[in-house]
């Protein structure tokens, strides 16, 4: 059995290879939903769908988000409605008082439906549909996320980080916003002082969380801070990290990383935006998975390939590296 800690692109990527050497029903991945929205009264779950799509094998391979071929009907009418009523301008959060009303998965995130600041496709928003209709039936997200795994014959694991609310908030000199804002609204623009995750301190990890993380654990190449630092911020995620062999997957080579807002929230966070503050920021890894040319030093193990992936041929080897450091540490 093998767990994956997975966020945005880096470890959906990976996962496209894994079959090569972890088999699918041996392998449990654990989604970080600090991401996560609620969108118009629909809770959309970026990370946990990434993992979903991938592994159905419906994903937009060129944006890896989103289902490839999917129409933006909808979206498009919401701009036009948002145009007509004149409310074109950046994301509407629904005023403080409601950010803690209704679902309590959903805190600290709440935006109105328009302006449409998140490409929602029309079956993606099926999906977000149903997953909020389910949770309102009373279905735990834990449960819900199974249910669409299985709807999807994904016959891996998957598991959203908690069933509590947590809000990755971005606080920028101008104030704080919730990650999506900065990253899809802003594309990653406005300065970043620090990263929070709203909740964090009070959300528990599940007890499948929990279970998952008895087994070794392969931390992808995600973003560290908005993409595993919610999993991490966790009650006794770290604790269980540091009792089972884990290898992580840099997504820098050297100080360089391959995608995504990672070198600025690095920074702010205090950590070197490179290969060696990933070791800093994972005390509890035992070895990585470095690029062939990536010549850091660590005080841990390393097993070196190509790990960029553009196809599943390169996600096949950058597992096949994956698995030989797990070898080498249990
Ligand atoms: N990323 C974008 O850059 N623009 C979008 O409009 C956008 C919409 C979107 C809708 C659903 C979804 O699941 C993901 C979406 N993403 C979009 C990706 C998302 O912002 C990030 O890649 C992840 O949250 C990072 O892990």
Redesign the pocket.
């Known amino acids: 059995m093998v767990t994956f800690l997975s ?3 880096g470890t959906p990527k990976l996962l496209w290879g894994a079959d090569a050497v972890f088999p699918r029903e041996e392998t449990t991945v654990v989604a ?1 939903t600090g ?1 996560d929205v609620e969108i118009g009264g629909l809770l ?4 946990v ?2 993992v979903l799509f991938e592994r159905a094998d419906l994903i937009d391979r060129d ?4 289902i490839a071929g999917d129409t933006e009907r909808t979206h498009e009418a919401m701009a036009d409605l948002a145009e007509r009523l004149g409310t074109s301008d950046g994301p509407h959060y629904l005023p403080d008082g409601r950010q803690t009303d209704g679902r309590r998965i959903a805190r600290w995130r709440r935006f109105a439906a328009v302006p449409p ?4 496709g029309d079956r ?1 928003r099926a999906i977000h549909g149903v997953r909020t209709s389910l949770l309102d039936q009373g279905y735990s997200l834990t449960e819900v996320t199974r249910r669409l795994a299985d709807a999807f014959d994904l016959r891996v694991d998957l598991l959203p980080m908690s069933d509590d609310p947590v809000a990755s908030i971005v606080h920028t000199p101008d104030g704080g916003m919730h ?2 804002e900065y ?2 609204a802003e594309r990653g623009a406005p300065a970043v002082e620090s990263v929070e995750f709203r909740g964090g301190e009070d959300a528990a990890p599940t007890d499948a969380v929990l279970t998952a993380l008895d087994d070794p654990v392969v931390v992808g190449p ?2 560290p801070i ?2 595993v630092g919610p999993i991490l911020a966790l009650d006794g995620v770290r604790d269980a990290l540091e009792e089972t062999p884990v290898v992580a997957v840099s997504p820098f080579v050297g100080d360089q990383v391959f995608s ?1 807002p990672a070198d600025d929230l690095m920074r702010a966070e205090g950590y070197d935006p490179s290969t060696a503050g990933l070791a800093e920021a994972y005390p509890f890894a035992d070895a990585f998975v470095l690029d062939s040319a990536d010549d850091t030093e660590l005080d841990r193990p390393v097993v070196r390939t190509d790990t960029e992936m553009n196809d599943r041929a390169d996600a096949s080897r950058v597992a096949r590296a994956v698995h030989e450091a797990l070898e080498a540490v249990r």
Do not use: E, K
């Open positions: 966020g945005g692109t970080n991401d959309v779950c970026p990370d769908d990434t944006r890896w988000w989103g600041f998140m490409t929602l993606d990650f999506q990253w899809v995600s973003n908005t993409s995504g």
